[in-house]
């Protein structure tokens, strides 16, 4: 049987045992309804707010600010177009037409973000996304004008939304000096921390956010899990209407088991962060360091000191990242790619154009991100496959010349 | 891990084709013994093909390749390069009617989103006889 190695984490993780077991018995003898109110049904209640109390302690917050949701998606969706709804209907009170405001984002997001706000147009709100560094990073100097800008325009900007670290390229945005600026200019800022929850520092107090997305699926927990972390006093609308479940925020039935997964995986995380982000990020600089000297012309997207502990994401030039991803399956080895050809539309990742880097290059990244069960004998093993990858796919490029650089980017590692 | 249901992303021909291609250019050293040349797409679009003809008697009698692109793009080209120097080698007249459907055919069928990769095959190879032809 081929071995296989998942370097695909940040696309999604497995449950992991410990969270498994304590979700298990909400399946069956514990199925209650915790809106039921007879004992079956407190057992579901007790077990929910449990989880909510380990979550808010994590997060350092109150148990009623936490809202779940069925996925980071709809936790964005939920903060994203809340914010929208309740701005229309005070608009409306007031006599003024509906969708007026402001929503400032930046290029990088993920697509739960952009396309949200992109939607959001339509009715009239006026978006901007920032530029990023070519390490991705946002330029605060760049926020604090537009923010500025829009105050003296009599503007108002309803919400700010700024991921803590990027999905393809791993890119740890400053969330503490974004909030500064943002609160400077009394507006709130929503960050998206799926990805970050499992490495990063998730006090909603230290890091001083409005609101905060979760996702179960990429830690460790369900997938179709999530939450929305909201403080009290931002007042949002619901998207979803019933029963008045998560404070009127969120009706319908709430998923025990996965939010039982959510509460005992965030915990774990938190006790294993310092360690585990220092096993990772020590893999990650060998895994960069040993593909840099054995495959020339390579390069490292986004950031070397701000990046996620698991994240690397490396262009090749020459070949085209689906052929790289589908060579390395064919050896059992799962990573993803930001070319166009893996994705529904004809363009490559908007996170590397982001960068600045031409579209050859994003055609050519390959994202590997290490977890839990990652090991150094795995990643050797892929540098081994890797090598071989793109040495052969190289040979049958028309766009790879070995005297000759295809590509007269400064940043193509020799 | 075994796989449940559909093994792969593309049908058993392609991945064939993708991961043993046939008739692509090792050495550039060979480039002087074919007559005709093409090439068409370009990197930032992510898909780019060249292509060598060797005719005579108006029959491509050998053919080389090399492709920048997905397992698509590689496997229709390495499928092009079957077609043509099968049974002898194509004609000239036959080759220039050659259609990417034609290739996609051959290869059980591609996603919709791939079959542009197809077509930059038949247009690489229109490319070279077109180039042979004004060498005539």
């Known amino acids: 049987m081929k071995k296989e190695i998942y370097l695909d984490f940040a696309s999604t993780t497995p449950v992991r045992k410990e969270s498994l077991k304590e979700a298990l018995p909400y399946f069956e003898e514990k199925f209650g309804n915790p809106s039921s109110f007879h004992s079956t049904g407190l057992i579901a209640k007790n077990a929910m707010k449990n989880a909510r109390k380990t979550i808010a302690k994590i997060l350092n917050c109150e148990d009623s600010e936490i809202i779940f949701t069925g996925s980071g998606t709809e936790s964005i969706n939920l903060a994203i177009k809340g914010i929208a709804l309740k701005t229309m209907l005070e608009n409306k009170a007031k006599g003024e037409c509906g969708a007026s405001g402001t929503f400032i984002t930046q290029k990088t997001e993920h697509h739960a973000v952009l396309e949200t706000m992109n939607w959001l147009k339509k009715f009239g709100f006026e978006i901007i996304e920032l530029e990023v560094n070519e390490e991705g990073i946002v330029d605060l100097n760049e926020l604090r004008k537009i923010l500025g800008k829009q105050n003296q325009e009599g503007k108002k900007v309803l919400l700010v939304s700024i991921m803590y670290a990027n999905n393809e390229i791993g890119t740890i945005q400053p969330i503490t000096e974004i909030a500064q600026i943002v609160h400077e200019h009394k507006t709130l800022l929503h960050t998206d921390a799926c990805q970050g929850a499992e490495y990063l520092s998730l006090d909603t107090k230290k890091l001083g956010i409005d609101m905060l997305t979760l996702n179960g699926s990429k830690v460790y927990a369900f997938k179709g899990s999530g939450l929305l972390y909201k403080k009290k006093g931002v007042t949002i609308e619901a998207l979803i209407h019933g029963g008045g479940h998560e404070g009127g925020l969120r009706a319908g039935t709430e998923n025990i088991p996965a939010i039982v997964a959510l509460a005992k995986s965030l915990q774990l995380a938190e006790k294993e962060k310092v360690k585990e982000s220092a096993r990772l990020t020590k893999l990650r600089n060998y895994f960069i360091s040993k593909v840099q000297k054995e495959i020339p012309r390579t390069v490292l997207n986004g950031s070397l000191k701000q990046r996620l502990p698991n994240n690397v994401n490396i262009s090749f030039e020459g070949v085209e990242g689906e052929s790289i991803l589908l060579r390395l399956n064919e050896n059992g080895i799962r990573v993803s790619t930001g070319s166009a050809c893996t994705s529904q539309s004809l363009e490559p990742s908007h996170v590397i154009l982001a960068l600045g880097r031409p579209h050859e290059l994003a055609h050519a990244s390959i994202r590997f991100t290490l977890g839990k069960s990652t090991t150094k004998q795995q990643l050797d093993y892929t540098i081994k496959e890797l090598k071989e990858t793109i040495k052969f796919l190289r040979m049958i490029s028309s766009a790879w010349n070995e005297k000759k650089y295809t590509l007269n980017h400064k940043d193509v590692k020799k | ?136």
């Open chain 2, 1 to 136: 891990m075994k796989v449940e249901g559909q093994d792969w992303f593309y049908t058993p021909e392609v991945k064939k084709h993708f991961m043993t291609p046939i008739k692509f250019l090792k050495d550039e050293k060979e480039i002087k013994n074919f007559n005709g040349h093409g090439k068409v797409g370009n990197m930032k679009c992510g898909d780019m093909m060249e292509m060598w003809i060797k005719v005579d008697k108006d029959k491509i009698k050998d053919v080389r390749w090399r492709t920048f692109g997905c397992a698509s793009a590689i496997a229709s080209t390495s499928m092009l390069a079957e077609m043509l120097i099968e049974k002898g080698g194509m004609t000239l007249d036959k080759a220039k009617k050659l259609s990417g459907k034609d290739i996609m055919d051959r290869l059980g069928g591609l996603p919709a989103i791939k079959i542009h990769c197809s077509v930059l095959g038949d247009q690489a190879l229109r490319e070279a006889i077109k180039d042979y032809e004004a060498k005539l």
